[in-house]
């Protein structure tokens, strides 16, 4: 049990000294990346642009359910004026980061991983190294900026179709009075509160952005390793993200 | 870039190299030269580390015990730096190409050259539709690489891994899976590379027959170690065990045809 324990804690530390030391060296390359700007904006293409879709398709749903239940839950209290003001604030200081972390690992972070592990099991990896060409400036760190610089795009992009949703269904459908629903939020959303939102979009942006270009890079070079590279960038992602979120949460209330 | 007073005839020597990975000892005080201007051949059966070996010259890993020369440089001992400066000296075509598979025939030839140059557009297309001319495939320049054979991509590989005029190329089973005709071209441009540009080539590869008609010199590795040496006319003449094994493709012999198993009958019968 407690053999178990040790080797358990050991791999831990080990995964996170292996995951802090790529991180380390991607950064280094960072520079080196920006100068060719080219590459970062087609990553920013490939995870911003390309994961529009599902984006704000699953922000207009979530703020139309968040409509739904506020109203219904308002309505016991009968403060369901405050509609607005209760589904902003949700939206933009949990569910948009959150929610947009997870659809981003779903759809961005699965691609850049089985994407890099494809390419180190067909030694296109190796072939870059053998060419003098240091993986890490030319395909790790433009994809990893590529993600940082994404998604905290996408976790605004989400929240505006989440309010617009919320506002769809609680104005448009249910009778919210329009004027008190944009005025109640205005008058309830800090800067503070858009900020919080923002610096975890930038944090769950790095850290599911670093999970997948790791995972993708220690990929074992078969089928069946980009498939679990691919799986644990998902579930590492989701687990990081929810974890990443508690503690912003707890330092910044 | 090409060094103008080569100080030993050997481009590469392998020097008592010991590598053991995973517990398991690949090999045991290897030792063999490659000779400047010509074209090895690394011969062996499957699994006797030819591809480790290749990953020894290009400095990937790092043997045991022993050294690894390239151009006088101790491999094992560069900084990342160095290497990197000497890897721009090698070129190595991989068995199934390995190109960049988001970038077309023309790009991926020139991305060498962009990445270490800053050489003007026109002067990059004109090196890079050369190298194309010589292979074959000038023609092919807009394809996409998942729009080539199996024969192509390997040629486009050639290009690109020509493309700055390396010291060294590296051939890892170039002829492995390939049509006959697409074998002859990739023959006869090993070949005309090789003494065109005056390079020395190093050909890992078990298709013995195509291998002899091409090497100057040719190593059979076995066990971890060198088991025989010379030119690919005296091998095949060569009448111990291994050699005539592995020349003539017999079945059985040193290395046994079947896996090591107990007694036959006795496992029929339990």
Request: some cysteine; overall charge neutral; hydrophobic content about 50%.
């Given at each position: 049990m407690f053999k178990a324990l040790t080797k358990l804690l050991g791999n831990a530390v080990a995964a996170f000294g292996a995951i802090t030391w790529f991180l380390l060296r991607i950064l280094s390359q960072v520079p080196r990346a920006l100068l060719r700007p080219g590459l970062v904006i087609h990553q920013i293409h490939n995870a911003g642009a390309l994961s529009l879709v599902i984006i704000m398709t699953c922000g207009l749903f979530v703020g139309m359910v968040l409509g739904l239940q506020g109203y219904d839950m308002l309505e016991r209290f009968g403060s369901e004026s405050s509609l607005g003001s209760a589904a902003a604030l949700a939206l933009v200081k949990e569910l948009g980061p959150v929610v947009a972390a997870l659809l981003f690992a779903g759809r961005a972070g699965t691609a850049l991983a089985s994407e890099i592990g494809l390419m180190r099991a067909t030694d296109q990896l190796v072939a870059m190294e053998i060419m003098a060409v240091d993986p890490f400036r030319h395909v790790v760190a433009p994809r990893f900026l590529g993600g940082v610089i994404a998604l905290p795009l996408l976790t605004m992009i989400f929240i505006a179709i989440g309010i617009f949703g919320v506002q769809l269904v609680?104005?448009?459908?249910?009778?919210?009075?329009q004027g008190t629903f944009w005025s109640q939020m205005r008058g309830s959303v800090e800067v503070d509160d858009v900020m919080q939102g923002l610096i975890k979009g930038c944090v769950f942006g790095v850290a599911c952005s670093l999970i997948a270009v790791y995972e993708g890079y220690v990929a074992e070079p078969t089928a069946e390793g980009v498939g679990r590279a691919t799986t644990r960038t998902v579930v590492n992602s989701a687990v990081m993200t929810l974890i990443l979120d508690y503690m912003i949460t707890a330092v910044m209330l | 870039m090409l060094n103008s007073s080569p100080t030993t005839p050997n481009l590469v020597e392998i020097r008592d190299v010991y590598y053991s990975v995973g517990g398991r000892?690949?090999?045991?005080g290897l030792t063999l030269n490659v000779p400047r201007g010509k074209i090895t051949a690394i011969m062996g059966p499957s699994g006797t580390g030819k591809t480790t070996l290749l990953r020894l010259i290009t400095g990937q890993i790092r043997p045991t015990r022993g050294q690894v020369l390239v151009d006088d440089q101790d491999v094992s001992k560069l900084s990342r730096r160095a290497l990197y400066a000497l890897r721009q000296r090698m070129g190595m075509l991989f068995q199934n190409g390995a190109l960049l598979t988001d970038m077309s025939v023309f790009e991926n030839v020139a991305f060498p050259v962009r990445e270490h140059t800053d050489l003007p557009e026109s002067l990059i297309r004109n090196l890079v539709l050369t190298k194309l001319q010589a292979v074959g495939l000038r023609g092919a320049y807009?394809?996409?690489?998942?729009?080539?054979s199996g024969g192509m991509a390997r040629r486009v590989a050639l290009a690109r891994a020509m493309v700055r005029d390396p010291h060294l190329l590296i051939y890892d089973?170039?002829?492995?899976?390939?049509d006959p005709i697409s074998m002859g071209v990739i023959l006869r441009l090993l070949r005309n590379v090789n003494d065109a540009l005056a390079i020395t080539s190093i050909v890992v590869s078990h298709d013995v027959d195509e291998i002899a008609q091409v090497a100057d010199l040719s190593y059979i590795l076995a066990g971890g170690k060198v088991v025989a040496s010379g030119t690919p006319k005296a091998l095949k003449e060569d009448q111990s065990g291994l050699v005539r094994q592995f020349m003539n493709g017999?079945?059985?012999?040193?290395?046994?045809?079947?896996?090591?198993?107990?007694d036959y009958f006795k496992e029929l019968l339990a």
């Amino acid at each position: 049990m407690f053999k178990a324990l040790t080797k358990l804690l050991g791999n831990a530390v080990a995964a996170f000294g292996a995951i802090t030391w790529f991180l380390l060296r991607i950064l280094s390359q960072v520079p080196r990346a920006l100068l060719r700007p080219g590459l970062v904006i087609h990553q920013i293409h490939n995870a911003g642009a390309l994961s529009l879709v599902i984006i704000m398709t699953c922000g207009l749903f979530v703020g139309m359910v968040l409509g739904l239940q506020g109203y219904d839950m308002l309505e016991r209290f009968g403060s369901e004026s405050s509609l607005g003001s209760a589904a902003a604030l949700a939206l933009v200081k949990e569910l948009g980061p959150v929610v947009a972390a997870l659809l981003f690992a779903g759809r961005a972070g699965t691609a850049l991983a089985s994407e890099i592990g494809l390419m180190r099991a067909t030694d296109q990896l190796v072939a870059m190294e053998i060419m003098a060409v240091d993986p890490f400036r030319h395909v790790v760190a433009p994809r990893f900026l590529g993600g940082v610089i994404a998604l905290p795009l996408l976790t605004m992009i989400f929240i505006a179709i989440g309010i617009f949703g919320v506002q769809l269904v609680g104005v448009q459908q249910l009778g919210v009075d329009q004027g008190t629903f944009w005025s109640q939020m205005r008058g309830s959303v800090e800067v503070d509160d858009v900020m919080q939102g923002l610096i975890k979009g930038c944090v769950f942006g790095v850290a599911c952005s670093l999970i997948a270009v790791y995972e993708g890079y220690v990929a074992e070079p078969t089928a069946e390793g980009v498939g679990r590279a691919t799986t644990r960038t998902v579930v590492n992602s989701a687990v990081m993200t929810l974890i990443l979120d508690y503690m912003i949460t707890a330092v910044m209330l | 870039m090409l060094n103008s007073s080569p100080t030993t005839p050997n481009l590469v020597e392998i020097r008592d190299v010991y590598y053991s990975v995973g517990g398991r000892d690949i090999f045991k005080g290897l030792t063999l030269n490659v000779p400047r201007g010509k074209i090895t051949a690394i011969m062996g059966p499957s699994g006797t580390g030819k591809t480790t070996l290749l990953r020894l010259i290009t400095g990937q890993i790092r043997p045991t015990r022993g050294q690894v020369l390239v151009d006088d440089q101790d491999v094992s001992k560069l900084s990342r730096r160095a290497l990197y400066a000497l890897r721009q000296r090698m070129g190595m075509l991989f068995q199934n190409g390995a190109l960049l598979t988001d970038m077309s025939v023309f790009e991926n030839v020139a991305f060498p050259v962009r990445e270490h140059t800053d050489l003007p557009e026109s002067l990059i297309r004109n090196l890079v539709l050369t190298k194309l001319q010589a292979v074959g495939l000038r023609g092919a320049y807009k394809l996409m690489p998942h729009e080539l054979s199996g024969g192509m991509a390997r040629r486009v590989a050639l290009a690109r891994a020509m493309v700055r005029d390396p010291h060294l190329l590296i051939y890892d089973e170039p002829f492995a899976g390939l049509d006959p005709i697409s074998m002859g071209v990739i023959l006869r441009l090993l070949r005309n590379v090789n003494d065109a540009l005056a390079i020395t080539s190093i050909v890992v590869s078990h298709d013995v027959d195509e291998i002899a008609q091409v090497a100057d010199l040719s190593y059979i590795l076995a066990g971890g170690k060198v088991v025989a040496s010379g030119t690919p006319k005296a091998l095949k003449e060569d009448q111990s065990g291994l050699v005539r094994q592995f020349m003539n493709g017999l079945p059985d012999g040193p290395v046994p045809f079947h896996y090591p198993a107990d007694d036959y009958f006795k496992e029929l019968l339990a």
